[in-house]
């Protein structure tokens, strides 16, 4: 079982033990909200693009909230096995799908009070620093200053080069990684100038 499938169904677990009507990380998200999007984004094509283009963006919402009203155990099983035999998310799930399950696996959980980082295994953290190392650039693209991402065992990668100014994020692959996406529910070390700091926290990342 891949990464991808292991943090699926760990999603979904976490989905159904705190039931649909839960808080998630997505601003505004339910847990059924969330359960919707992840349908439609793998067995809606023609409503998925909806979710990078403005224009289409009136289509998707209208097919998610029809996802939406559907029972739960329903939403839960079509996201638990994952993208239909047609999907184009098929074949690539193993890489296209593994920053989505994980990011949204921890939506859930870390909407919840009293959340701690999960234990993961050296393998998962080499395969979570890998998508950091592809991600950052494009999350710090608005950092005015240098930002450079490290982890507690020495590794480090330029985010965005800027002024002479250096911010530094230390912190596990898996808190850089839901950083960069833009979570703020993460256990991270920062060093620099205060206010350089305070900026690029503020930073809208989204991908």
């Not at 979904?12 to 909200?33: F, N, S």
């Not at 696996?105 to 395969?127: C, F």
């Not at 065992?153 to 911010?167: E, L, N, P």
Request: proline share 9%; charged share 25%.
């Amino acid at each position: 079982m891949t990464m991808a499938q292991r943090e699926r169904q760990g999603l979904v677990e976490a989905m159904r033990a705190v039931g649909p009507d839960a808080p998630t990380l997505c601003a505004g998200w339910t847990v059924r909200d969330l359960a919707a999007h992840l349908v439609v984004r793998e067995r809606r094509p023609d409503a998925a693009p909806g979710i990078l283009l403005k224009p289409l963006a009136g289509h998707l919402a209208r097919v998610q909230a029809k996802a939406a009203s559907r029972p739960f155990p329903v939403l839960l099983d079509q996201v638990r096995t994952g993208p239909p035999w047609w999907s184009p998310l098929r074949p690539v799930d193993a890489v296209a799908n593994l920053p989505e399950m994980f990011v949204h696996h921890e939506d859930v959980r870390r909407a919840e009070p009293g959340w701690r980082p999960r234990e993961l295994t050296a393998a998962d953290d080499d395969k979570l620093w890998s998508l950091v190392c592809r991600t950052a650039p494009t999350s710090y693209r608005r950092a005015s200053v240098t930002v450079e991402l490290a982890t507690p065992d020495g590794r480090r990668t330029r985010a965005r080069s800027g002024s002479g100014t250096v911010v530094t994020l230390t912190g596990r692959p898996s808190e850089l990684l839901l950083h960069a996406f833009g979570r703020d529910e993460v256990r991270l070390e920062t060093a620099g100038p205060p206010d350089a700091v305070r900026a690029v926290l503020g930073l809208d990342r989204s991908v």
